[in-house]
């Protein structure tokens, strides 16, 4: 079988692993991992004689096979955001089908993009260090030589020495003291997952149980917070059984991490790591987490078989994210997040360009591009959009959710492409529901869908119940940049607003011209919106606002920019703030000076949207 895999430098085709241990010791002054990983790997062919893996800024020390014989290695040229391939030399040619064993001795670096180490000042008690990794899509390979591909799907062991607790994308199975005051934890992921979901984290961080297979974990000053903000997590995990299949993964615990961690979750099975910013205070935003547990199938049951076909990871996560919000609150709450994605889409299109290849659901990445460069809500909200058209086009839910349960039971396990999904798509509705609704499936416009640039070809027209009032208000505020009495406006307007129905206000008016200061300065003292604890109102007001060059925000843009480092947030509001009249200096200075907060994968994308050399 021929594995193509453009993001990777491993000989997938000739040779596959089965299970990976990691022996590490973790230390907090030298910010690296020492240690060693032992690969179990499988023939595919006959006369295979090397095994080539991905790494990346590693320092390797030595490689030896099952029998003890150590063997030459070589460390080829860097490829960009590739890494360096690792080539071994086996002993002797091995048949197809043959069982290999390596050893690999080595230490990751200071270059090392997977792992944040943060000092005591970087986390919530300030009095001790903390580190968590961020593998996806292609970091792995710098905490560990591996086949860093989604089409490998492998279980993994772990025995991490520690001075503070560690915690890993795996169940514990047991602790022992080690030298100078140190423990070693013991884990081990018996359902197979490819190599970006293996994941750390190890700081002064406890643990408070919320559910029957779930407690929240982070550090002490915010467990009670995080706690109470999660406590409905098993409602979600229960509602995505009942759509899908049965939770495999035996725990599902939450990890709230230091306002560093790039991204709003990460599906990290047995242990979704989530942003700080999703504690309001209100549980206005814990829906993020609903789309982590739809993950637990979607994505790490199912699995792209490399970075292209990323959409059917997301895009099939999102549909299930907003079902389960369908089935807890209603159908008119599933539109209204429908119609704040269409919007995030619309912002990515705009961003890149309607002709930009980033735009296409399934991307060429052939010419090795990183693929953290392609990041943006395309594969999420076009891959729902796509899905959000079929299960219109074959006859609404009652049709279309048996056929997500049986995509779960056909694929679970595999990495699969959008050929295969689509093949698989034909192949169900033909057998349950015959040729009239085939016939259906081929008005689909699929070229332009999977393959074209810009906006889906498709007008969703979603229900706008629940948007129609934002809708209106945001007009009010529009027609009313000329006038000089704003007495019609009022603090009731938004007082029955939710969460969501302040933010798609806030989205509606950022795509009018910008509003005139004195406008933005009433809205701020009839609505209160500066001091807002949810971190999505409170950018979509600070965007707002910079776009109008609305300069007594800037002062809190800057605080915003610099407690938390989610590239949602972080990414458009710097590249709002550098095109703002006076802004340029502020977003440049602000971004220099705390470059070294950001975790590694948001500073060098926020670094390129800036302009400044690395």
Same mark, same amino acid.
């Given at each position: ?36 990983? &032992? ?26 096979? #099952?029998?003890? =014989? ?20 086996? $002993? ?13 001795? @080595? ?5 090392? +993009? ?29 905490? $560990? ?14 025995? &991490? ?12 199975? #047991? ?12 884990? *081990? ?13 190890? #700081? ?25 903000? /999660? ?24 990890? %709230? ?19 700080? +910013? ?20 979607? #994505? ?23 079902? %389960? ?7 008119? !709450? ?24 980033? +735009? ?42 048996? /056929?997500?349960?049986? @995509? ?5 396990? =595999?990495?699969?492409?959008? *050929? ?22 081929? +008005? ?52 029955? /607003? ?14 009018? $011209?910008?509003?005139?200061? *004195? ?31 609305? !300069? ?21 509001? @710097? ?26 994968? $948001? ?12």
């Amino acid at each position: 079988m021929s594995i193509v895999d453009h993001s990777s430098l491993a000989n997938l085709s000739d040779i596959v692993t089965t299970h990976l241990h990691l022996n590490w010791t973790v230390s907090f002054e030298n910010k690296n991992f020492d240690g060693s990983v &032992v690969l179990d790997l499988k023939t595919l062919k006959d006369d295979v004689r090397q095994v080539i893996l991905d790494s990346s800024y590693l320092d390797i020390k030595q490689v030896v096979d #099952g029998n003890g =014989q150590e063997l030459k290695f070589h460390v080829g040229e860097r490829r960009g955001a590739l890494g360096s391939p690792l080539t071994i030399d086996l $002993a002797a040619a091995v048949p197809a089908d043959s069982k290999v064993q390596l050893k690999i001795v @080595y230490a990751t670096t200071a270059q090392c +993009t997977a792992v944040q180490f943060l000092t005591p000042e970087q986390t919530v008690g300030k009095k001790h260090p903390y580190l968590f990794s961020q593998c996806q899509a292609i970091h792995a390979r710098a905490f $560990a030589p591996c086949q860093d591909s989604p089409a490998v799907k492998l279980t993994y062991t772990a025995n &991490v020495t520690s001075p503070l607790p560690v915690i890993m994308s795996a169940l514990r199975c #047991g602790q022992e003291d080690a030298a100078n005051g140190a423990v070693t934890y013991k884990f *081990e992921q018996r359902t197979t997952i490819p190599s970006y979901l293996i994941a750390i984290a190890a #700081g002064n961080i406890v643990e408070k149980e919320i559910g029957p297979r779930s407690s929240v974990w982070s550090e002490p000053e915010v467990i009670e917070n995080a706690a109470w903000e /999660f406590e409905s997590t098993e409602d979600f995990i229960k509602t995505g059984e009942d759509l899908l299949t049965p939770y495999e993964w035996g725990r599902y615990d939450l990890l %709230i991490l230091p306002g560093s961690f790039p991204y709003g979750g990460m599906e990290n099975p047995c242990l979704t790591f989530v942003t700080p +910013t999703l504690l309001a205070g209100d549980r206005s935003a814990v829906d993020v987490v609903a789309h982590e547990i739809a993950h637990s199938w979607m #994505g790490n049951l199912v699995t792209t078989r490399n970075w292209e076909h990323f959409w059917l990871n997301e895009g099939h996560t999102v549909f299930i994210e907003r079902k %389960i919000g369908a089935r807890l609150h209603g159908e008119a !709450e599933r539109q209204f997040s429908a119609i704040i994605g269409w919007k995030a889409l619309k912002e990515s299109v705009e961003h890149f360009g309607h002709d930009s290849p980033a +735009t296409v659901l399934k991307p060429d990445l052939s010419s090795g591009i990183d693929p953290d460069d392609y990041f943006s809500s395309v594969p999420y909200e076009k891959g729902f959009n796509l899905l959000y058209h079929i299960e219109k086009l074959v006859g609404g839910g009652a049709v279309f959710e048996p /056929f997500l349960k049986s @995509y779960v039971y056909k694929f679970a396990g =595999q990495s699969i492409t959008t *050929e295969m999904w689509k093949a698989y798509l034909y192949e169900y509705f033909l057998e349950h529901h015959g040729q009239a609704t085939v016939d259906k499936l081929n +008005t689909i416009d699929w070229d332009t869908w999977i393959n074209g640039t810009g906006m889906p070809p498709v007008d969703p027209e979603f229900d706008t119940t629940l948007a129609s009032q934002c809708y209106d208000l945001a007009d009010r505020w529009d027609k009313a940049r000329d006038q000089k009495d704003l007495s019609g406006f009022a603090e009731s307007d938004v007082a029955s /607003f939710s969460a969501g129905q302040k933010i798609v206000f806030l989205e509606r008016l950022t795509d009018c $011209a910008p509003l005139p200061h *004195e406008l933005l300065a009433k809205m701020d003292e009839l609505y209160n919106l500066t001091p807002v604890r949810n971190a999505d109102i409170r950018f979509r007001w600070q965007n707002l606002c910079v776009m109008a060059s609305y !300069e007594p925000i800037y002062p809190d843009v800057v605080a915003f920019l610099t407690e938390q480092g989610r590239m949602k947030f972080v990414r458009p509001l @710097y590249r709002l703030l550098h095109q703002a009249t006076n802004g340029e200096p502020l977003a440049t200075d602000t971004f220099i000076k705390n470059r070294d907060f950001y975790h590694p994968i $948001a500073s060098t994308l926020i670094a390129k949207d800036l302009g400044i050399q690395q």
